[in-house]
């Protein structure tokens, strides 16, 4: 497995932890071509034929969106809760996994929305899926062991990355910064300096910024499970 673009992953990750029920992916809340649709991996983009009828729900669920942008929010979530019973019609198995994830996610929905995450998961490994659910996890207040198991999975799936890796690849401080990030929220206090030395190197504008919001994030979560367990 190899990891691509690190750094849009990095910017969800932090998306997710500031403000996880405004979760969406302009991507897939875009309007659908009328033939087919670009499913994005993190490899070539896939393309899916839709059935006629899987168009027609997509193109329905679509049109939900508009009442956010026009302002109506609460419209907007009686609207995705009357459509949640039509997605299990759609046949395309992706098309139908990706709106039921949004939709849980705008509603606040994070055991169902861990749930049919761990089921992906299982079906099909990704690192980007892996990552979703150890948010997840902590998001649906999952137990502190259940929350370090993932995140040390994580810091070993980014191992195998940085040993793969020259340092001269552009993108090897952003496996180095998620190896020490998920073995500090793994349990490992030590790695908080580790992290702290590197937010202070970090010379790029851009990477700086993004490493300190999941610095301060990661602080939050490892303290908030602190916090439960002397309660």
Known sequence: MIIKTLLPIFLCLVFIGIAYTNFTDASKNSPMNE???????????????????????????????????NGSEEEYHKKLKAFLPKVQSIKNN????????????????????????????????????????????????RSKAEYEQCYAR???????????????????????????????????????????????????EQMKLTFENLYVLAIEQVESYKKLSHD
């Open 35 to 69: 033939k087919q649709i670009v499913v994005q991996q993190s490899e070539e983009p896939v393309k899916v034929v839709l059935s006629e009828e899987d168009k027609k729900l997509i193109e329905e669920y679509n049109r939900i969106f508009d009442y956010l942008i």
């Open 94 to 141: 992706k098309e139908r996994n990706n709106a039921f994830m949004n939709i849980y996610m705008q509603l606040g929905m994070y055991k169902e929305a861990y749930e049919l995450n761990d089921k992906i998961l299982k079906d099909s490994f990704s690192i980007e899926r892996l990552i979703l659910q150890c948010d997840l996890v902590y998001i649906s207040k």
């Open 154 to 204: 994580l810091a070993i799936e980014f191992r195998k990355e940085l040993k793969g890796m020259r340092r001269s690849d552009p993108e090897y401080a952003y496996s180095e910064w998620g190896y020490l990030l998920f073995m500090y929220k793994s349990g490992h206090a030590e790695y908080q300096d580790k992290l702290k030395k590197m937010l202070d190197s970090a010379k790029d």
